[in-house]
């Protein structure tokens, strides 16, 4: 059971969190414009690296705010 | 008997238990465990094993034992503990167990429960290099706890050595007498740490009332997991020695060279009179030197060819025959060992004991990823250097556990020191001698044998994990610890690689069995989940309502009625009776459990018309809309009804399941995306009481509960809402309906709800109102085509594919899941679409989950193409006949056709038809 830095509340273990998947992926600005290719990379496709990934988390079961956090994908280490 | 005097430092002499095993009746003392008072007993056979059924008895001392399980079955039955870590109590009752246990038919009245500890360092294991790490962590100011799962503390002091200039044991008590007085250090004994996982969190098991026997408390709890955070972590858990195997090496009456020098120290037993010591290690020597001098005759066979100085002369000392270059093929007997079989010779014993040198207890290590490198001057695997930033964080073996055998070299490790060398005659890694692989046992609870490990490599696995899993070796209680790196020696050398390159497996928790009523705690029975009530519970309770649990509620699902004929209505019957009640006159429903969220701010409108897939902001205060949620895939999430409370407040209602999910998927959104929106949400669902009168009678009882208000279609249309008081209580009327019927729901806060649904109940008296519940409530609102989100979609259902495309607006430039509504795939004419199903035998009630094929009279061979499948199914008494609600290919388009739907060996017509089947005019929705 990892600890997971909540940037309000402190380290706090992982089951308070909710997972959000990568961060800095913006919706788009004028999503009629674009072609069905981009929006469908935009709903359903994310790069999902092996390595440091900004990720959205949310403290659900502790503060609820949504937070960006740097996480290695395949130790599970938080940038700290 | 084989107690011998002025041994047994663990064992009170004065006390005497008495015991029954397997139908015999024992004495032993105080202190002992089953299997030291089974051995002072002269049993040695504690069972027959799984497979082969070949006698077995005790091989080893403590939790490493991989071979004498038994079941108990006084005082409480428990199947499958080893007798060795049994503690012995007045009255018990077991039974040697061939393999499998059973489990109890009696419910488990102990109490077990949970504790959660922080602390800057956690020392597992309290034998000297243990001692000496919380002692010296405590002397720094850290808060401590120190856990080891023996009885007492001291870990694997005997008594005899000396430290520090004094008697081992003295030693012990005077620095546990220390930590003791520090209110910084917490001290549990008879404490497994079995877990061990990130960021310094492990659980540990304490066994708390077990060795009380029938004085246990019955206020304290049996079992405690402790959830322990700490900063860093010191494995201080010891080493355990490890056999060599030999043919036939599984007779009662051979064990582990160290096990026998144990008993004979803790527990004054001499656990045979001839003995035969095979080794190739070091450690043997003293066992065989304390043995010899305890009364045995002891011949010590030693497969190295030189002998360690000391040893030998401590050997010499007490009369013990030691031979070098002596290997052990093979054991005579048939329920105890009889002979060591020696080149040609056979050596008469009544116990042989066997040493390859000892494994470091490194489980705690692996647990988190540590690496475990392979020492070939002890023949195992001891922690390695981190590999990497995530294992080994703040976690230090020491003593044993990381390879230090010395007493000396421990303690120095346990006080953060470097141990210094010593000099030792190297051990000779020895797996296994020449023999018959058939009989020569790796695991003997799995009865795994060398043969079974070429079978393995035979069949071309070449990694100890695999072949772990076809020979199962480590696999049972003891998870091979005394077996687990022989197997991948002998893997190895069957391979011809070195063992260095393929490893050990890991190791996973648990380290020992934990029983799920542990881990369960007090999470058992009516506390294993929330149950979640509303307010009127305790009346649907005494009106004689059956329930239903959806999510965590608890929700009168019908409440069914004496029959004229005696008896109780079933579920059918009453539902008949509610649906016929609702739309022929009046009803009422607890509705409370709908989510209600209250979204507040200038910029409420406009962030409902970014969730909605209408237009909220246009909404004006007073009125109520119907809307629709969908993801960003288009697909619908939730639906429910919207009220304009003024210019910046909405309330927003969403289904039962749909309250937390709809919260957090608003709350996400306003945060990630729109943090500009000045927006607040709040959970209303448990403020809000909601009962929906539904009817066409329901006027007459709103007019009557609410006299000031004029509740005439004119003064009161469908979709608006108005706050009142009903005799000074603050009441909220809404003209929704979920049926087609005319409708009222009516909110109330919590503290008043249940007289406000009392009145309504008493003034519909003479309308005959009807409570009535979910299931009425699901077959009201099929039979308008109304769909439940999660029961008539999965999450790949659109509004279009409802039906519901007016609910969609055209007008906004955006809103989720708009976009999507226009890729291809949704605009697909064969995409699954919900239509009405009406079987051809109005008696005949499709099962939900049915699949939907293509008219027919006989099924073509299989795949059948499948298009769709029933959603909803129910006896509808306002149609007098069944009907269902399915997703079918190309529904829409289908309407009028014959379908046909399997059921068992059935093959049922059906007729499609559009999903509103009761009053698709509306005509019945203002009364
Ligand atoms: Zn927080």
């Known amino acids: 059971m990892q600890l997971i830095d909540c940037p309000w509340c402190g380290p706090r273990e992982e089951v308070e969190f909710h997972y959000g998947g990568e961060a800095g992926v913006a919706y788009p600005a004028d999503p009629a414009a674009l072609s069905d290719e981009e929006w469908a990379r935009f709903v359903f496709h994310r790069a999902n690296p092996k390595g440091p990934l900004a990720e959205r988390w949310s403290h659900s079961a502790g503060c609820r705010r949504w937070f960006t956090a740097v996480r290695d994908t395949a130790t599970h280490r938080f940038r700290r | 008997m084989s107690r011998v005097d002025g041994y047994g430092t663990r064992i009170d002499r004065s006390r005497t238990l008495r015991f029954t095993f397997d139908g015999r009746e024992y004495t032993g003392h105080a202190g002992d465990t089953l299997a030291s008072a089974l051995l002072a007993n002269g049993v040695h056979r504690v069972s027959t094993s799984v497979d082969l059924g070949r006698p077995r008895g005790i091989v080893a001392a403590w939790s490493e034992d991989p071979s004498g399980l038994v079941q108990v079955e006084e005082p409480f039955p428990e199947p499958m503990l080893p007798a060795t870590t049994i503690e012995l109590t007045d009255g018990l009752v077991a039974r040697g167990l061939p393999g499998r246990g059973r489990l109890a038919e009696v419910p488990d009245t102990a109490r077990y429960d949970r504790k959660h500890t922080h602390c800057d360092v956690l020392v597992v294991g309290a034998g000297p290099a243990g001692l000496l790490a919380a002692r010296t962590a405590a002397r720094r100011g850290e808060r401590v706890v120190l856990v080891d799962d023996r009885p007492a503390a001291g870990g694997s002091l005997l008594g005899t050595e000396r430290i520090c200039g004094r008697a081992a044991l003295e030693f012990v008590a005077d620095t546990l007498v220390e930590l003791h007085a520090n209110p910084d250090v917490v001290h549990l004994q008879r404490t497994t740490a079995f877990g061990h996982y990130d960021d310094g969190f492990v659980l540990a098991l304490e066994r708390r009332t077990d060795h009380l026997g029938a004085d246990a408390p019955r206020n304290v709890s049996r079992q405690r997991v402790h959830r322990i955070r700490a900063a860093r972590v010191v494995v201080a858990t010891g080493a355990h020695e490890r056999p060599i195997v030999v043919e036939d090496n599984d007779r009662p009456g051979i064990m582990l060279a160290g096990a026998a020098r144990d008993l004979l120290h803790r527990h004054g037993v001499l656990a045979g009179r001839e ?244 881990l369960a705690g007090r999470e058992r029975g009516r506390l294993f989940d929330p149950a979640r009530t509303t307010v009127l519970h305790p009346w649907h309770e005494d009106a004689g309502a059956v329930f239903e649990d959806v999510g965590q509620w608890k929700r009168p699902r019908y409440y069914p009625r004496p029959r004229e004929t005696g008896g109780i209505e079933d579920m059918d019957a009453a539902v008949l009776r509610e649906c016929a009640a609702v739309r022929g006159g009046v009803g009422i429903l607890d509705g409370s459990t709908l989510g209600k969220i209250d979204v507040q701010g200038p910029d409420a409108g406009a962030f409902l018309d970014m969730i909605y897939t209408n237009v909220m902001s246009g909404l004006k205060p007073g009125k109520v809309r119907y809307g629709v949620m969908c993801g960003l895939d288009g697909m619908v999430i939730d639906d429910g009804t919207v009220l304009r409370i003024d210019p910046e407040r909405f309330c927003v209602y969403t289904t039962t399941g749909g309250a937390a999910p709809i919260l957090d998927h608003m709350e996400e ?97 003479q309308y005959g109102i009807t409570p009535y519940g979910t299931e009425t409530m699901h077959v009201l ?147």
Request: glycine share 12%.
């Open chain 2, 275 to 518: 003995i035969v010591v095979f080794t190739s290690d070091d450690a043997a020597y003293d066992a065989a030197a304390d043995l010899a001098k305890a009364g045995a005759r002891v011949t010590l066979l030693d497969a190295r060819d030189g002998v360690p100085a000391a040893g030998a002369r401590r050997c010499a000392e007490q009369g013990v025959t030691v031979r070098t270059g002596a290997v052990v093929t093979g054991t005579r007997g048939t329920e105890h060992v009889t002979h060591a079989v020696v080149g040609g010779e056979e050596l008469p014993c009544d116990l042989l004991l066997l040493s390859g040198g000892w494994n470091p207890v490194a489980h705690l290590v692996s647990h988190i990823r540590g690496t475990l490198a392979y020492d070939p001057a002890l023949g195992a695997f001891r922690p390695g250097e981190p590999a990497d930033d995530t294992a080994g964080d703040g976690v230090t073996a020491v003593g044993a556990a990381n390879g230090t055998l010395d007493l000396a070299g421990c303690l120095a490790e346990g006080a953060g020191e470097r141990a210094q060398p010593v000099e030792r005659t190297p051990t000779k890694v020895l797996w296994r001698t020449d023999g018959d692989p058939t009989r020569q046992f790796v695991d003997l609870q799995r009865d795994a044998t060398v043969a079974d490990i070429a079978r393995a490599v035979g069949a071309g696995m070449r990694s100890v994990e695999h072949v772990k899993r076809y020979t199962t070796i480590g696999t049972a209680h003891d998870q091979g610890k005394t077996s687990g790196v022989i197997a991948s020696g002998i893997t190895a050398e069957l391979l011809g690689v070195p063992i260095e390159s393929l490893g050990t497996t890991t190791f996973r928790p648990p380290y020992t069995p934990v029983a799920f009523a542990a």
């Open chain 2, 781 to 927: 609102r099929a039979e308008k085509g109304y769909p439940i989100i999660g029961q008539d979609t999965d999450g790949t259902v659109t509004p279009q594919d409802l039906g519901m495309a007016w609910a969609v607006s055209r007008k906004k430039p955006d809103f989720l899941g708009k976009r999507s509504f226009s890729r291809s795939s949704n605009l697909d004419p064969l995409r699954k679409q919900l239509v009405g199903l009406l079987p051809l035998d109005p008696d005949l009630k499709l099962p939900e989950g049915a699949q939907v094929v293509e008219l027919t009279d006989a099924l073509p061979p299989p795949p059948v193409p499948m298009l769709g499948h029933v959603t909803s199914s129910y006896r509808s008494a306002a149609l007098g006949r069944t009907f269902a609600l399915a997703l079918v290919k190309g529904g829409h388009a289908r309407i009028g056709e014959r379908l046909t739907v399997p059921v068992g060996g059935a093959l049922v017509p059906v007729e499609v038809t559009g999903s509103v089947l009761v009053d698709p005019e509306g005509t019945r929705r203002d009364g």
């Open chain 2, 669 to 765: 959104w306003l945060q990630t995306e729109w943090p500009h929106l000045r927006v607040h949400l709040t959970s209303v669902t448990e403020q809000w009481a909601t009962f929906p009168v539904v009817g066409p009678r329901s006027r007459d009882v709103i007019g009557a509960f609410a006299p000031d208000v004029d509740v005439s279609v004119e003064a009161f249309p469908f979709m608006s809402w108005l706050d009142t008081h009903v005799d000074g209580i603050p009441v909220r009327l809404a003209r929704i309906s979920f049926s087609g019927e005319l409708a009222w729901e009516v909110s109330v806060d919590g503290w008043h709800a249940r007289a406000v649904w009392e009145r309504l109940v008493a003034l519909g008296g």
